[in-house]
């Protein structure tokens, strides 16, 4: 049984937005965040947040600073990816997952998670021109 339960995904044309949300357990000092694989493509990091008791630590990929914001609810156990502005390049399944540390490597987002992990089954995105 998924831990991890993706829903928001959809079709949407260039310059719209979607929100994707992701819910289920993810533990503090863990890194909760999106991932994406669009076809014919590696996986890619997009999004994450290092959750700490305090102020989570947000890191995002290049290809997506300033257009999409990750957060999370913490009464509802809830991550949420707000993506904004986008583009055909961001058509891709997009995957949450929860994993061990680090998020990121000298300030840049890993594209795959370095330790243990648990992931959802992925919710398509699909943007048209």
């Known amino acids: 049984q998924d831990q991890l339960k993706e829903s928001g995904g959809g079709s949407v044309q260039a310059g719209g937005s979607l929100t994707l949300s992701c819910s289920g357990p993810?533990?503090?000092?863990?890194?909760w965040g999106w991932f994406r694989r669009a076809p014919g493509k590696e996986l890619e990091g997009v999004a994450s947040l290092f959750l700490r008791t305090g102020t989570d630590t947000p890191y995002y990929s290049s290809s997506v600073k300033g257009r999409f914001t990750i957060s999370r609810d913490i009464p509802k156990n809830t991550l949420y990816l707000q993506m904004n502005a986008l583009k055909p390049e961001d058509t891709a399944l997009y995957y949450c997952?929860?994993?061990?540390?680090?998020?990121?490597?000298?300030?840049?987002?890993?594209?795959?998670?370095?330790?243990?992990?648990?992931w959802g089954q992925g919710t398509q995105v699909t943007v048209s021109s």
């Open positions: 993810a533990p503090i000092n863990f890194c």
């Open positions: 997952a929860a994993y061990q540390s680090p998020c990121a490597r000298n300030g840049e987002l890993l594209d795959r998670p370095a330790g243990s992990s648990e």
